[in-house]
């Protein structure tokens, strides 16, 4: 059951394109959303976080959205650079529970020159 | 990955072999956790502790046990190794759990490979 989903395995995107990373959940109690970014032998490093009495979140040239009606967030990488390559998680959680995060199963992107 | 540091980075093991791997934290956080990676499967949680003196088992616990030493370490073994249980292993700690501080900063990782 996977509660948290990324369905593109992977994407390419030019050098100075935008980037954009999809991610569904199904649970509607999610009210927490985060992006994770892991680079080859490291762990993964928090990115962007939105609340989900928010529909946007900015933090530089990474954005990310979120449709609570279509249990829909997407990342979005403004211009894409080459450092950017590296596999993205997306994660969920329902706070001020007991709850955990849910991890989405990642996309790794590739910024090409 | 500074403030979490895990060992040993690397691991081989043979079947029904026991192991322990350990993890330390600087950051004075109260919550640490032990996630698998599998490829196509994500990070799964296998064990938590919220704080010190509590453990709690996450999505995949079969096979391991915990011991929150304390504040600062969080160990996770494997008392009989399988080969289901090669991946890599990743310990995370938090401020605090299940809030909007649910940020969590991870170690560099275990790759763990049992024959």
């Known amino acids: 059951d996977q509660q948290v989903k990324q369905n593109s395995p992977s994407l390419s995107v030019q050098e100075g394109r935008i980037s954009i990373l999809n991610c569904d959940y199904t649970?509607?109690?999610?009210?927490?959303f985060l992006w994770y970014k892991k680079y080859p032998a490291e762990g993964p490093t928090f990115l962007i976080s939105i609340s989900s009495i928010k529909d946007k979140n900015e933090d530089g040239r990474f954005t990310v959205f979120l449709n609570k009606s279509a249990k829909h967030l997407s990342l979005h990488i403004v211009p894409s650079q080459p450092g950017d390559s590296a596999v993205y998680f997306c994660?969920?959680?329902?706070?001020?529970?007991?709850?955990?995060?849910?991890f989405g199963t990642g996309t790794r992107l590739q910024v090409t020159l | 990955n500074a403030g979490v540091t895990q060992t040993p980075k690397f691991q081989v093991l043979k079947t029904g072999q026991s192991m322990t791997l350990q993890c330390a934290q600087d950051m004075n956080h109260n919550s640490m956790y032990w996630y698998r990676q599998d490829p196509g499967m994500g990070l799964r949680l296998i064990y938590y502790?919220?704080?010190?003196?509590?453990?709690d088992k996450g999505e995949v616990p079969n096979g391991y046990n915990v011991s929150r030493l304390n504040k600062r370490e969080f160990s996770l073994r494997l008392e009989s190794a399988a080969p289901s249980q090669t991946s890599v292993y990743f310990c995370?700690?938090?401020?605090?759990?299940?809030?909007?501080?649910?940020?969590?900063?991870f170690g560099s990782g275990t790759q763990l490979s049992v024959l």
């Open positions: 502790s919220a704080s010190e003196g509590t453990t």
């Open positions: 995370a700690i938090s401020r605090s759990h299940g809030t909007t501080n649910e940020k969590l900063f």
């Open positions: 649970n509607s109690m999610f009210d927490y």
């Open positions: 994660a969920a959680i329902f706070t001020g529970t007991a709850s955990k995060l849910t």
